[in-house]
């Protein structure tokens, strides 16, 4: 069996979706006739430990390095704390490819990556490398063992370096266009070699093709079934409305908020109530690809406190449980953003629950929910009315929503089936 390398900041048990990605990827290659090798960082949770750790499974090997610091991360860090050199430190950390953001933790995760990776990659051989991002650091490393060691590797992108890039309406200032430029030069330096990349959508691969000819193929995120064994946290007397994950400025809300509405205003529910799980978090404000600010103040023009409420953020397998035991799922749509999916998307694909994504975004969502038969599209607030009206008296009818969507379309977003798609395109370039 062939060997592969995965190279990956993130992994659990730290729960967030680029965990799960490379999660993916390390139990399903071996199936493919790939022997996967993750090399990442150790994660308790939330936080990372010192502890170097080997972990041995069936269907692969996991390799926990320890982030050490440099000096070099440190000077850097300095640099960038002085305002009289802060922009020009930063723009030299830029030109030589160091991209992210929390620069000393980046810098010094790659140090500690790289020399563990080379003196490894002398003692064992391996057939492919496969770098996650992001960070960025990861491609430059994939980029750095092929050019030391000679071995074919693999660009595997979640998002593109800034997802503000592929709005309709970006019109960079001078900073972002520098930071885009510089971005490309080194992108298409890294994958310059690559057998191929892979990427979350076609709008976000003719991106990447626009400065780089290296084939890319779509690998989107997907649902583990398995997770969907969970029973169903159900509240019979509750008419649910769930949303999972982070409210985006960009995100058309304000359409489902003024249909909801005048679906309150309508039927007058007494048991109705929307449940934001995980949104109320700070971050940028930034139309364009930022979180929406004081997502609460925005719900509260339009609704009373007693039809919605805000939960923490929650492990997945809890989530799940809450998905599955709602009436309707939440998307609002992003008509603005070509490309872009969520990773949300796919374990409502799973949970056996109607969709509600308001409005169409005439894009991958709405394509997306017509294949797999998982819900409705409302474009306006009135077609957001209506569709929860029939909801809503089909519930008090039955106890239930029937749902109706296609299994067979459905599972062709599993986690293993779009591994399956990755390790064929190496079977094609082999």
Not at 13 to 27: G, K, M, V
Request: with cysteine; proline share 4%; charged share 25%.
């Amino acid at each position: 069996m062939k060997q592969i390398l995965i190279i990956s900041y993130h992994s659990l048990p730290f729960d967030t979706i680029a965990s799960y990605r490379a999660n993916a990827y390390l139990r399903h290659l071996n199936k493919f006739g790939l022997r996967p090798t993750l090399v990442t960082h150790p994660w308790t949770g939330l936080e990372k430990s010192n502890q170097y750790k080997e972990e041995e499974y069936e269907y692969g090997r996991v390799t926990r390095v320890p982030i050490k610091t440099s000096i070099w991360g440190r000077v850097i860090e300095w640099l960038e704390q002085i305002p009289i050199i802060n922009k020009l430190a930063i723009l030299l950390r830029w030109s030589i490819g160091f991209l992210d953001n929390g620069n000393r933790e980046n810098y010094d995760s790659y140090q500690s990556l790289k020399k563990y990776l080379f003196a490894h990659l002398k003692k064992i051989e391996y057939d492919y490398c496969m770098g996650i991002f992001s960070p960025h650091h990861h491609l430059k490393l994939c980029y750095e063992i092929n050019q030391k060691f000679g071995i074919p590797y693999m660009l595997d992108f979640r998002d593109l370096w800034d997802n503000r890039v592929i709005h309709r309406e970006y019109n960079p200032s001078l900073r972002e266009r520098l930071q885009d430029s510089l971005t490309k030069y080194h992108w298409k330096k890294w994958l310059s070699n690559a057998l191929f990349f892979s990427i979350t959508s076609e709008p976000w691969r003719d991106k990447i093709n626009e400065f780089s000819d290296t084939k890319g193929i779509i690998v989107t995120n997907g649902y583990d079934p398995e997770g969907f064994e969970v029973a169903p946290r159900l509240n019979p007397n509750e008419f649910r409305i769930l949303y999972a994950g982070r409210l985006y400025a960009h995100q058309r809300l304000d359409i489902f908020l003024k249909g909801c509405q005048l679906f309150l205003d309508r039927v007058e529910p007494a048991n109705f109530k929307l449940r934001f799980y995980g949104s109320s978090r700070s971050g940028l404000s930034n139309r364009i690809s930022g979180f929406l600010y004081q997502p609460e103040a925005l719900i509260a023009q339009y609704l009373g406190s007693d039809y919605y409420l805000f939960e923490k953020r929650i492990p997945k397998k809890e989530l799940i449980a809450c998905t599955k035991g709602s009436q309707v799922l939440l998307f609002p749509g992003m008509p603005d953003a070509t490309g872009t999916h969520l990773g949300k998307i796919f374990d409502y694909l799973a949970s056996g629950v109607n969709i509600l994504l308001t409005p169409d975004d005439n894009d991958v969502v709405g394509e997306l929910i017509r294949e797999t038969k998982t819900g409705q599209i409302a474009n306006t607030p009135k077609e957001v009315c209506t569709q929860l009206s029939e909801w809503y008296k089909e519930w008090e009818k039955t106890g239930e929503v029937k749902w109706q969507g296609n299994r067979v379309e459905i599972n062709k977003y599993s986690r293993e089936s779009q591994v399956k798609r990755f390790t064929k395109q190496i079977s094609l370039t082999s």
